[in-house]
């Protein structure tokens, strides 16, 4: 059986900036950007490697 780390979840003040900063300047890929309840989104990046790469579920601060 294999096993890896599939997700970790990073706090980031608003998602634009940080989808933005993650896709532009660090070359991430969008893997995920779903609407949630309470104006919450999926958002997740990872790198442009294989598909057992870790990738970031970015969330909103509550209170930037």
């Given amino acids: 059986m ?3 780390l599939m997700h970790m979840a990073l706090v980031v003040p608003g998602y634009d900036d940080a989808i933005a ?3 532009h300047v660090l070359g991430f890929s969008l893997l995920a950007d779903e609407p949630r309840e309470a104006g919450k989104r999926w958002v997740v990046v990872g790198p442009n490697t294989s598909a057992n790469s870790c990738s970031l579920l970015l969330a909103r601060a509550v209170n930037p």
Wanted: charged share 0%; glycine share 0%; no cysteine.
């Fill in 2 to 4: 294999s096993t890896h």
């Fill in 21 to 23: 900063y993650f896709t």
